[in-house]
């Protein structure tokens, strides 16, 4: 067949008028001109392509239709290769996952833990599927070159909240009233350790004020995440304390006030968490025990038995044992000037003497050993072996903010203070405003 078939032949009749009026007969005898188009071509491969994808998209949902699910439950004592044998998979095959480079992803398995395994009709294994959290899990699949570990994580929504509440009483169930998490509360306790004593110096109608994020999955609540920014009153509201995040890459560097000073200082402004002071520093005070006046050169907190003890700074434990006064102690070295002593411990933490710890380390439990009418722990604060007051001395703090983050935090937390400044029982701030 010749070329002209694969052609359609359109003709045109073309009309050339003169500039005057010409006569219905000169028109009718108009010559008459062809033009000769081609038909569009023809993309041979477009129809192939899309046959192709449609079927191995079809072999691939016939192998899975042939492959069979099971729901494995990790027991006590349970492993992987106890999970897999269950299902009939071969030794061979957990021996080649186990070798895997990241296979410690499935390999760490706990008591309750649930596994998905799907195998084809020769029982060999597919696919594992890990759900690790409800935004977390790993996935095995098998592929041309062997088995592959794969993260899967989902997309979470964040959304940032409020919360107001006035202390008329603990803090704890102040900032539980208002609504924030446990996590949420000990995190906005960690942040202001340093610099408010939760037992002494809050008072009633003292508030509390904070912006932070809640993270949602589909709709459904997982928990708090980071406190945004923070702000607590003192000494009936004379004193306001604030606190400002900053991030980089979704990581928490670090807490700052409004003038960019660090939060965290070289110590810890207590080393209990809620319980109250008993005796204060005092250059003369009646001991109930001795019965004579003397000087009382540290501060006694009361609370239950056991209580935990943390180490108020960086150091390395120089002494531990038990004397007539103290009962069991412990004291602990600070950058060469300082030093802090524990006393009347009912019992010792895992450190021994000559280890180092860290700020916040439990290093005992509170007791009533040594010279003691109650359950308390005796603490003292050193500056070149003299004893000062640990409710009123000034810490050395930590670093400000860095340079390079500088004009970003002054301006967040400008906002975020503005914010704070607003906010009250009645007031609703618009959310999501970060």
Same mark, same amino acid.
């Given at each position: 067949?010749?070329? $002209?078939?694969?052609?359609?032949?359109? %003709?045109?009749?073309?009309?050339?008028? !003169?500039?005057?009026?010409?006569?219905?007969?000169?028109?009718?005898?108009?010559?008459?001109?062809?033009?000769?188009? /081609?038909?569009? =071509? @023809? $993309?041979?491969?477009?129809? #192939?392509?899309?046959?192709? =994808?449609?079927?191995?998209?079809?072999?691939?949902?016939?192998?899975?239709? $042939?492959?069979?699910?099971?729901?494995?439950? @990790?027991?006590?004592?349970?492993?992987?290769? %106890?999970?897999?044998?269950?299902?009939?998979?071969?030794?061979?095959?957990?021996?080649?996952?186990?070798?895997? +480079?990241?296979?410690?992803?499935?390999?760490?398995?706990?008591?309750?833990?649930?596994?998905?395994?799907?195998?084809?009709?020769?029982?060999?294994?597919?696919?594992?599927?890990? /759900?690790? !959290?409800?935004?977390?899990?790993?996935?095995?699949?098998?592929?041309?070159?062997?088995?592959?570990?794969?993260?899967?994580?989902?997309?979470?929504?964040?959304?940032? =909240?409020?919360?107001?509440?006035?202390?008329?009483?603990?803090?704890?169930?102040?900032?539980?009233?208002?609504?924030?998490?446990?996590? !949420?509360?000990?995190?906005?306790?960690?942040?202001?350790?340093?610099?408010?004593?939760?037992?002494?110096? &809050?008072?009633?109608?003292?508030?509390?004020?904070?912006?932070?994020?809640?993270?949602?999955?589909?709709?459904?609540?997982?928990?708090?995440?980071?406190?945004? *920014?923070?702000?607590?009153?003192?000494?009936?509201?004379?004193?306001?304390?604030?606190?400002?995040?900053?991030?980089?890459?979704?990581?928490?560097?670090?807490?700052?006030?409004?003038?960019?000073? $660090?939060?965290?200082?070289?110590?810890?402004?207590?080393?209990?968490?809620?319980?109250?002071?008993?005796?204060?520093?005092?250059?003369?005070?009646?001991?109930?025990?001795?019965?004579?006046?003397?000087?009382?050169?540290?501060?006694?907190?009361?609370?239950?038995?056991?209580?935990?003890?943390?180490?108020?700074?960086?150091?390395?434990?120089?002494?531990?044992?038990?004397?007539?006064?103290?009962?069991?102690?412990?004291?602990?070295?600070?950058?060469?000037?300082?030093? %802090?002593?524990?006393?009347?411990?009912? #019992?010792?933490?895992?450190?021994?003497?000559?280890?180092?710890?860290?700020?916040?380390?439990?290093?005992?439990?509170?007791?009533?050993?040594?010279?003691?009418?109650?359950?308390?722990?005796?603490? =003292?604060?050193?500056?070149?072996?003299?004893?000062?007051?640990?409710?009123?001395?000034?810490? /050395?703090? *930590?670093? /400000?903010?860095?340079?390079?983050?500088?004009?970003?935090?002054? #301006? +967040?937390?400008?906002?975020?203070?503005?914010?704070?400044?607003? &906010?009250?029982?009645?007031?609703? @701030?618009?959310?999501?405003?970060?």
């Amino acid at each position: 067949m010749s070329s $002209n078939s694969t052609k359609i032949t359109y %003709t045109f009749a073309l009309m050339i008028l !003169s500039m005057s009026l010409a006569p219905l007969s000169a028109l009718a005898n108009a010559p008459l001109k062809t033009i000769t188009l /081609p038909l569009p =071509e @023809i $993309n041979k491969g477009f129809d #192939k392509k899309t046959t192709d =994808e449609a079927t191995a998209e079809a072999k691939d949902q016939s192998k899975e239709i $042939n492959w069979q699910e099971h729901t494995v439950k @990790i027991g006590k004592n349970d492993s992987l290769s %106890t999970a897999l044998y269950r299902v009939n998979i071969n030794a061979s095959t957990t021996y080649h996952l186990g070798h895997l +480079k990241n296979s410690n992803l499935i390999t760490n398995l706990r008591v309750g833990d649930k596994l998905k395994i799907w195998v084809d009709k020769h029982d060999k294994l597919q696919r594992i599927l890990y /759900p690790k !959290s409800k935004t977390l899990a790993y996935e095995v699949i098998k592929t041309d070159n062997g088995y592959q570990i794969h993260e899967k994580k989902a997309k979470v929504e964040i959304r940032t =909240e409020t919360a107001f509440a006035t202390i008329n009483g603990p803090f704890y169930l102040a900032a539980k009233r208002a609504g924030l998490s446990a996590k !949420s509360i000990m995190q906005i306790a960690d942040m202001f350790a340093w610099d408010i004593d939760f037992i002494r110096q &809050l008072r009633k109608g003292d508030t509390l004020k904070v912006i932070y994020e809640t993270r949602y999955l589909n709709g459904e609540y997982l928990g708090d995440g980071d406190i945004l *920014a923070a702000q607590i009153t003192t000494n009936k509201g004379q004193n306001v304390h604030n606190a400002f995040i900053l991030r980089k890459n979704k990581e928490v560097i670090g807490f700052y006030d409004d003038k960019g000073h $660090n939060l965290k200082k070289a110590f810890l402004r207590a080393p209990v968490d809620y319980v109250r002071i008993t005796s204060k520093f005092t250059p003369r005070r009646f001991h109930p025990i001795l019965k004579k006046w003397r000087s009382h050169r540290g501060v006694d907190y009361g609370g239950p038995l056991n209580t935990p003890i943390h180490v108020t700074g960086n150091g390395k434990i120089v002494a531990r044992g038990k004397a007539r006064g103290y009962g069991n102690y412990i004291k602990v070295q600070h950058a060469g000037k300082y030093l %802090t002593v524990y006393g009347h411990l009912n #019992k010792f933490g895992k450190y021994r003497r000559g280890q180092f710890v860290k700020q916040g380390d439990v290093i005992g439990y509170m007791g009533q050993t040594g010279l003691a009418t109650g359950v308390h722990l005796h603490y =003292e604060f050193r500056i070149n072996g003299k004893h000062v007051d640990p409710l009123k001395v000034k810490f /050395p703090a *930590a670093g /400000p903010v860095p340079k390079k983050y500088r004009n970003e935090f002054k #301006k +967040k937390s400008h906002f975020f203070l503005t914010q704070l400044n607003r &906010l009250d029982a009645p007031t609703q @701030i618009v959310r999501n405003f970060e």
